[in-house]
């Protein structure tokens, strides 16, 4: 089953702190479904992807699921979440971008974003 997630929580849609000169180094997320969440990091220097994955309703990480970053409909990288559920991307490409994760009881986890060319990096 697919559960498609959605943009909850976007740093780039915070006004800036006032007295503070200049923007962040990295742009963080959280994306939802059901009872699932994925707090996703964008670092523009090095240009990474890093992320968590967890389950709301009882407050534990997923680990051990594979987890794919997708850009112009390719599969670019896999890696499986750690113990804590995180994970890690050493690539951040600016344009379309889709995190899909398979989770325990036939579930993919969807989740769409935009990444712009001052976040990633052209491929």
Do not use: W, Y
């Not at 389950?55 to 850009?71: E, K, P, Y």
């Not at 971008?97 to 712009?116: E, H, M, T, Y």
């Amino acid at each position: 089953m697919e559960m498609f997630a959605k943009l909850v929580f976007d740093s780039i849609a915070q006004p800036l702190t006032a007295g503070v000169r200049g923007s962040s180094e990295s742009r963080q997320m959280v994306l939802r479904c059901e009872d699932i969440d994925a707090h996703v990091r964008i670092s523009s220097n090095p240009p990474v992807i890093l992320g968590q994955l967890m389950q709301r309703t009882v407050h534990s990480f997923i680990s051990g699921v594979r987890i794919g970053l997708i850009h112009d409909g390719k599969q670019i990288e896999t890696t499986i979440t750690d113990r804590l559920g995180e994970f890690r991307f050493g690539v951040a490409p600016h344009g379309d971008i889709r995190l899909q994760a398979d989770l325990p009881g036939a579930r993919k986890f969807i989740a769409d974003f935009n990444v712009s060319e001052k976040e990633g990096f052209q491929q």
